[in-house]
Each structure stands twice: as C-alpha cells, then as structure tokens.
C-alpha cells in the first residue's frame, strides 16, 4: 500500500476518539439529510398518491370552463381501450346547501361541496370508496355519503338518517332533495373529501338539468410513468381547439397544492445541508488536533525525506477515511430509519401514512457529498501540516 | 587530497531579527572523510543541535555552504532537499522518533517506502534488525518497545539506505548508562564494519572514547587548539 495512505489510516484510526467523533459527525449529517428526506419527501409522496386515488388519477380530463357535453360513456370506452389505462370514472364537483334534522331539531344551513360519481367506475378508478368507514358508498339514486368533516358539521347524522340538500341547477332555479345517508368517509390527513358530500352522479346531472353531462374524468393507469403518454394521445384524438378538452398529468393537476409543498422540502433540504456543513467543520477542528498531535512524526516524515506534498496526501487519506466510515455509518443508520419508516407505514398524529421509497440514487447522492466535504474539511489542515518545518522532528519534549 | 564526504564552510546561524536576533553559529568551517567517526561536543546552548541541523540539511545556513558528496546543498530546493536527505542522510535523535503508529519493520523500511524501492526492503530491514538484535520485535508497534530499543530501531533506520553520514543527536542522553553503552558500542562497530562515517553529538565525550575527530563548540564558535584528530 501507498506509505501515505498507510500513515493516514494508521493516523485516524488508532486515535479512537477522534476517528468516532469525526465519523459521527459525519454520519449524523447524512442521517439528518436522510431522515428529513424520508418525513417530507414521504408526506408530498402520500399526498400525491392521494390526490391521485381520491381526486384526480394519473390523468385528469375536464373542459376549459364548461361541462364536457361529449358522452362519458363513449370517453370511458374509448379511455379503457389503452394498454396503459386500467380504468376511467366520470365525476361532477359541484354545491349545494345542506341541511340536517337530528332528533327533531333543526341545524341550519351549510353550504357544501358535493361531488357526483358513478357508483360502478369510480370503485375501479379511485379508491375513494375504500374510506367509507362506516356504513357503504353511493349506490342508488338518492344515497349519500357524507364526509367525516361534513358530518361533524352537520351535528353527526348516523348512517339511514336524511339529509336535504338544495342546489342550484343551471337555470338559477332552486332544487331541494333530499337523500338517505349510506356511509360516512374518514381519511387520514387533509387530502381525502371528508369536507365534501357524495351522490350518484346521475342524481346530480338529473337536479342540475344536465342530462349525459360530465364535469371531469379521472383516469387510473396501470403503469404511471405513461401519463404524459396518455395525456398526448387524447389530446390529439380529442383536439384541445376544437373540444375545448383539456388533459394533465397529476402533476399538472395538482401544481397549486405541490408547489407549495415543493419548496418547503427545498427549504428543509436546505436545512439539512446546512447540517452537513457544521459536520465539515467538525472534522476541520478534529483534522487540526490530530495535525497538532502529530507534530513530531512530520517532522520525522520530513527528515526522513518526505515532501510536502507527501504530507499533504497522509491528512487528506485521513479525510478520506473519515469521510467513508461517516458515510458508511450515516447510510446505515438512514436506511435503517427508511426500513422502519417503510415497515411500520409511519404516520405522525393521525395523518396520512407516509409514502417511503427507497431512493438510492439520493442516498448515493448524499453519501458522496458527505465524503467529498469531509476530504474538503481535511485540505486546510493538511496544507498547515505542509508548513511543519523539518527541524520539528528535533524539537525537545 | 582526499575526498570528503562533508564540507562546513563559513556557516554563519542567525535566529530571529533585530535586537532578539541570536547568533548560533558563527564562520563554522571543518571538512569529514569518508568512514570517519566524529564528535561534536559542547556546553548546553553552544549550538551542537543547531550545527547539526545544517549538516542535516533540516534547516538552512544563514551564510555559508554545506557540501555533502560534493554536492553543494544551498543550491537545492526544497523537494530536492527532502530527496537528499532521504538518500544521502540518516537520522538518529534524542527523542523517540520512531513513528507510533507504525510497526518496528515499517519505521525501519520507511526510507526505502519514501524512495519507493521496497525490492527486498523488507528482508534488509530484518537483517538489519538481526544485528542489532531486535529480529522479535519486527511486529510490535514502535511505542511499545523499550527506550533503548527504540534507539537501536532508530539506527537500523538510519542506515537502510545506506546513507553518506549518518547524523545522531545526543543519541544516549535520553538512556540509561547501561542502554547507552550498548548503544554507542554498537554505532562505533557499524561505522568500522560498514565504512560508515557517523557524526554524533554529545555532551559526555568520555563516553564515546577514542574517535576520528572532535569538534569542539563554544559560544557558536569552534575552539581553535581543541580539533581533536587522531589520525591526522
Ligand atoms: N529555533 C530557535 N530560535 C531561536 N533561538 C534558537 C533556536 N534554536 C536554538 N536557539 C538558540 O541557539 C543557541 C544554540 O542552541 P542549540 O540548541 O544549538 O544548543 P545545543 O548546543 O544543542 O544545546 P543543548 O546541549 O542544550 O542541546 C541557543 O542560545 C538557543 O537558545
Ligand atoms: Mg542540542
């Protein structure tokens, strides 16, 4: 082995005290980077994988500022008909006021957002209907399903009571009809409708007189990196000039909620990097104390016949060290976090669970930037160590 | 005339400016053969380490010229120094200057990993260390041996390149007064055996006995009438 590497190894790691505190350092970097990544890129994760089961799809299809007036059963057809779709469900979001009487007493009016969806498609599209914790979703012409929010609202109206709702149709007329609570949604975390009501979509189109109406279309894919794909070749089979259609990715869809979001982890990575910066100062102050205590033995190096360059290599291998054993470290303890986070489908109060991936190409990422500041940590005290003068090796005590 | 294998011309030693400046050296001059064995003796503070600090080319002369294998050395630069000094120069100094965290057999063969000519390094490191009697503790790390063994390793060290003089500091001083017999017989043998020319500094001159040459310093300055040379 090179006699410089040798030395550095040697240097660091028969120096136990500095050797763990410089690699913890490190390590704890990572881990913090990891940890963070695990807790906010797993919450914009599970709120994307939300949006997309409960809102939206992989693709969500609508028309700019108006009804889709073309069939949502010939869209679903044809939608079904690509090898990348698994399945498509027409909805309408719209509003009503909605009153409720429990035991005999009346609680006044409360404006709600209703949505309209049919009760076979959208089980294949969303699994919207898997948060009915109580009672069943929409099936029949005038069942409803009542948000755990809309439900607290409403002073808790169990599951067979009536509810009244009165919307507007498109005329401006009021129209009031009443319906028969079938279930009641509970969804962990802010993205599920647990403010919003749910009706056959067919009720709705028939009390806002828009017969064979359709508001959007939520379309779930098979394979999810296809969506630009999809989004292309319904635009170009359902021009966006002439049909007005309009189709977006999740992405796209949901750009006012993510982008928020986005920036926020970019503000907690920001964070995080900040931590890795203190951890290379750390191993700065630690490079100084072994160049301090090891005084002697460069002036020895240098006697010897060691340039200064020579002395130079042995601190910067002694970063290298440093930084591969922090690197190492911190990546074990980070996945070991990420397996638990994963295993236990971590949820923090009563929200949503997070959505943890294995992101290797991140952990690489970081790994390499811990080892790479470590080395960088280790160039100024190598380059003092250079400036030790031979006659060091002659010095007294 | 013979060759010498060291020439001191005119050095001058200066440390520090102004009105701290002190003067350790001054118009030092004398020459070494090839294989002799010389001494350098002196009061505490006369400036032995620091004249032995410009034959070992570890720091510089004010003024004046070192000329070691008819090499003049002020003309080298730093690096050429430091290869200098690998191959035509050994060191054994007062103080462990073994390095700790290396083997007894990888301080002994560190001239030669510096050189980068490790082709039988290590078998002439252990025969080496055969003949100053250390062969068992090859493989213990350099702080774990004794104070009088470190200095026999330190030796060995010295010679493994095979160097134009060997440079010891006060080599016994830190010894007891059995360990420094060992020692010093075991320098004065190296240097008839091999043609090794030494020069060690003292502060006890009876030690060492008869030598090939005493310089003799006081106040920076070589004492004129005491140049011992008994072979001349
Ligand atoms: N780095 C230095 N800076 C300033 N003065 C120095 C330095 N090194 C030595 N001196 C001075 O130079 C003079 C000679 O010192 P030197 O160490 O050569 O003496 P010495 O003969 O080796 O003494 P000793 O027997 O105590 O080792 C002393 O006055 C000392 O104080
Ligand atoms: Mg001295």
């Known amino acids: 082995m090179d006699y410089r590497a040798q030395l550095g190894i040697r240097f660091i790691t028969r120096r136990k005290g500095s050797l763990i505190a410089a690699s913890l350092a490190v390590a704890i970097a990572i881990l913090v980077v990891q940890v963070n990544s695990v807790i906010f890129q797993g919450l914009y994760d599970a709120i994307v994988r939300d949006l997309i089961n409960y809102r939206f799809g992989h693709v969500f299809i609508s028309r700019q500022e108006d009804f889709i007036t073309k069939s949502s059963f010939v869209l679903v057809n044809w939608l079904e008909r690509i090898p990348y779709v698994e399945a498509a469900a027409p909805r309408i979001d719209y509003s009503a ?3 409720s009487t429990v035991n005999g007493q009346l609680i006044k009016d409360y404006a709600v957002p209703v949505i309209g969806v049919d009760p076979v ?9 898997q948060t009915v914790g109580d009672g069943q979703y929409v099936s029949f012409r005038n069942s409803i399903v009542l948000g755990a929010i809309a439900d607290r609202d409403l002073g808790y109206p169990k599951v067979g009571d009536t509810v009244k709702l009165k919307f507007k149709d498109q005329h401006g007329n009021d129209v009031l009809k009443r319906f028969t609570v079938v279930g009641i949604t509970k969804t962990a975390g802010s993205v599920g409708l647990d403010n919003s009501v749910i009706i056959n979509i067919d009720t709705l189109r028939e009390i806002i007189d828009r017969p064979q109406q359709t508001q959007s279309i939520i379309v779930k894919l098979s394979d999810p990196t296809k969506d630009e794909q999809v989004k292309d070749f319904f635009l170009s089979s359902f021009p966006s000039n002439a049909d007005k259609f309009k189709a977006q990715t999740i992405e796209e869809a949901a750009e006012l909620t993510l982008s928020g979001f986005r920036s926020g982890i970019a503000l907690i990575n920001l ?5 890795m910066m203190s951890s290379a100062f750390a191993v700065v102050t630690i490079q100084m104390m072994q160049v301090t205590s090891k005084t002697r033995d460069i002036g020895v190096m240098r006697a010897l016949g060691s340039k200064r360059k020579d002395v130079l290599l042995v601190f910067i291998f002694q970063g290298m060290v440093i930084g591969a054993i922090g690197a190492g470290l911190g990546t074990v303890l980070g996945v070991v976090y990420t397996v638990y986070a994963k295993e236990t489908h971590l949820t923090f109060q009563g929200s949503l669970a997070l959505e943890v991936k294995y992101n290797w190409t991140s952990i ?34 | 005339m013979a060759d010498y294998v060291l020439e001191v011309q005119n050095v001058d030693k200066v440390y520090g400016q102004g009105e701290t400046a002190v003067q350790a050296l001054q118009n030092i001059s004398f020459k070494v053969r090839k294989g002799e064995f010389m001494l350098i003796v ?24 070192v000329t070691i294998d008819g090499i003049d050395t002020s003309t080298l630069n730093d690096n050429q120094l430091s290869t200098f000094r690998n191959s035509k120069l050994g060191f054994i100094f007062q103080f462990s200057n073994l390095l700790s965290d290396l083997t007894v057999l990888e301080n002994v063969m560190f001239p030669r990993k510096i ?23 090859m493989n213990k790390f350099a702080n774990k041996i004794s104070g009088g063994q470190a200095q026999r390793v330190a030796i060995t060290r010295a010679l493994i390149n095979r160097p134009a003089i060997v440079l010891a500091d006060e080599p016994t001083g830190n010894l007891d007064s059995l360990s420094a017999e060992t020692t010093i017989h075991l320098l004065k043998s190296l240097n008839r055996k091999l043609n090794q020319t030494f020069i060690v500094v003292t502060h006890d001159r009876p030690q060492f006995g008869d030598v090939d040459k005493v310089v003799t310093i006081r106040d920076g300055k070589i004492v004129e009438g005491e140049l011992e040379a008994s072979l001349r």
């Not at chain 1, 498609?121 to 209907?129: I, N």
């Not at chain 1, 690489?364 to 030790?388: E, G, H, M, R």
């Not at chain 2, 002196?42 to 010229?65: A, F, V």
């Open chain 2, 42 to 65: 002196g009061s505490s503070g006369s400036g032995k380490s620091t004249l032995l600090n410009m034959i070992g080319l570890l720091d510089r002369p004010t003024t004046g010229n």
């Open chain 1, 121 to 129: 498609l959208d089980r294949k599209a969303s699994t919207m209907y």
């Open chain 2, 115 to 137: 050189q980068g000519t490790l082709q039988s390094a290590a078998e002439e490191a252990s025969t080496l260390l055969k003949t100053v009697g250390l062969e068992s503790q």
């Open chain 1, 271 to 275: 964070v995080g990097y900040f931590g």
């Open chain 1, 364 to 397: 690489v990422q970081t790994d390499i930037l811990a080892f790479v500041l470590a080395v960088i940590a280790s160039i100024y005290p190598a380059y003092k160590a250079t400036k030790l003068e031979p006659v060091e090796a002659m010095r007294v005590g």
């Open chain 1, 97 to 99: 006021q909605i009153n």
